[in-house]
């Protein structure tokens, strides 16, 4: 019962216990998972994107614990806090800089595609209206946005200790040359943002002239928990930490369409097989075998299921949970949905070069259109009202922490 509630995304923060025996099972777990894996695991590129795959190290669906029993093992930052939940400490950003540069307006110039931002624009003045470009200045949307973490976590605060660990790193690169954090979260704009941090460090020098395979494995980038204690403590004390976040639905949808609606040869054996194993009543020997052909429902089952035959995985993991934003407070949240205005207000903070502006190329299947609104709604369209229910629940966090409105009216 307490892993039920454990896994419903909205008592995800409230007291899971555990005590020092249980990270040693789960430790075992995890070491024996991951060399078995490890062992079966015959596709080297997604596995080099997966780091260590997190569905062994999530396996049994033990997020929360396991975030929760790291800390007993690799304490890196012993400082005890005043209180749950910092302010946002003025020396990362002083806000008068904030606002001094405020007076600038977007970078629109600098944008490759305008056509684009007008129908981003359109789409927005009609969903969101706090989005609007000129309702308040970007960075007092910054502001709201940070306001809205810091009242969320501190609602929220169970006993999530403040001790920072490797884990909570490490998801974050480092760009030493302008003092920058970027937290990856997979399906929001990541790709793009690695490309722009490969031209900050130097390694390219244009974002155009990176291909998909470059940006995610050849990229020379350097992750936070890469570093030893100083390292990464003066780091995310005096750079600009930064998030870049998206609808969860969306996220989710664009996640599905891109790992299992075209050939993959690491989520379809990895995935897909033992989904369509649990989930798919006459299933044919071609479906188990391959692992293709995976619907959405069923996917859904997967993500739902309190006995998930495989772990979760960082495209479809929640954003809170990747970036642990309770735990470091970001300077700046970016939303895909006002993504080019945001990453390039964001590029002249930092002072990146004037003539680098957040690119437009889409990666993952090129024929397939991005992830809109309506198609998010079509997929959702398969679901009945209480497994959407569901599925807001698992993403809760990321919906309250990041504003984002409920997607469908009859939820609660
Ligand atoms: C917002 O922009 C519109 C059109 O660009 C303009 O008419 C309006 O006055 C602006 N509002 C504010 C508060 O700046
Ligand atoms: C953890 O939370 C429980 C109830 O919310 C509280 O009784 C307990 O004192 C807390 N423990 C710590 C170490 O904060
Ligand atoms: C960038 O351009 C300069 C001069 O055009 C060239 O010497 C250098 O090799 C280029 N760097 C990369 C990483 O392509
Ligand atoms: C930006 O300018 C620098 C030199 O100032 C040049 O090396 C680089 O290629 C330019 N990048 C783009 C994308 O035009
Ligand atoms: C599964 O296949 C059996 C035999 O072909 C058939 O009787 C049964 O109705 C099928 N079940 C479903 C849910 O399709
Ligand atoms: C929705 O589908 C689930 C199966 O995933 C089923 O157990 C449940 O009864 C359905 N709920 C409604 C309201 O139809
Ligand atoms: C959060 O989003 C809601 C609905 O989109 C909006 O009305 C509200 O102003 C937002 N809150 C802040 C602080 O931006």
């Given at each position: 019962m307490l892993l039920v509630d454990i896994l419903r995304g909205r008592r995800r923060l409230r007291g899971s216990v555990c005590k020092p025996p249980c990270s040693f099972w789960f430790l075992l777990l995890f070491g024996v998972g991951g060399l078995v894996l490890f062992i079966h695991l015959q596709d080297l590129p997604d596995m080099v994107l997966q780091q260590a795959p997190a569905g062994v190290r999530f396996r049994g669906s033990t997020l929360s614990r396991q975030e929760q029993c790291a800390q007993f093992s690799d304490r890196v930052n012993q400082r005890s806090e005043e209180g749950d939940i910092d302010p946002i400490s003025p020396m990362q950003l002083p806000d008068s800089q904030w606002e001094r540069d405020s007076a600038t307006p977007g970078s629109r110039e600098h944008d490759p595609s305008p056509q684009q931002v007008t129908k981003r624009h359109r789409k927005l003045l009609k969903t969101s209206p706090v989005l609007r470009p000129n309702s308040s200045s970007p960075s007092r949307v910054q502001e709201s946005r940070r306001r809205i973490i810091r009242d969320v976590c501190g609602k929220y605060r169970?006993?999530?200790?403040r001790t920072i660990t490797p884990h909570h790193v490490s998801r974050i690169y480092v760009e030493d040359r302008h003092k920058l954090l970027y937290c990856e979260v997979p399906k929001a704009g990541c790709s793009n943002w690695k490309r722009i941090l490969m031209v900050l460090a130097g390694v390219a020098n244009s974002t155009r002239e990176i291909n998909h395979v470059a940006v995610h494995y050849d990229n020379h980038l350097k992750r936070l928990d890469s570093f030893d204690h100083q390292g990464i403590t003066s780091r995310l004390e005096t750079y600009t930490k930064v998030l870049f976040v998206r609808e969860p639905m969306e996220r989710l949808v664009s996640a599905f369409r891109d790992k299992f609606e075209s050939p993959n040869s690491y989520y379809h054996p990895v995935f897909g097989k033992p989904i369509i194993s649990k989930y798919?009543?006459?299933?044919s020997q071609t479906a188990l075998k391959t692992?293709?052909?995976?619907t959405f429902r069923e996917f859904m089952h997967y993500l739902l299921d309190v006995h998930r035959p495989v772990g979760m995985d960082i495209h479809w993991e929640a954003a809170n949970q990747l970036c642990s934003p309770c735990h470091l407070h970001y300077d700046f949240i970016g939303k895909v949905e006002t993504l080019e205005e945001d990453a390039n207000f964001l590029l002249r903070k930092i002072g990146a070069p004037e003539n680098l502006s957040y690119p437009s190329f889409k990666d993952g299947n090129p024929k397939a259109a991005r992830t809109s609104t309506q198609i998010t709604q079509h997929y959702f369209s398969q679901l009945n009202a209480s497994e959407r229910q569901r599925a807001y629940d698992f993403y809760y966090m990321d919906y309250l922490m990041f504003n984002y409105s409920k997607p469908y009216k009859d939820l609660y």
């Open positions: 169970s006993n999530i200790s798919r009543v006459n299933a692992g293709s052909g995976v």
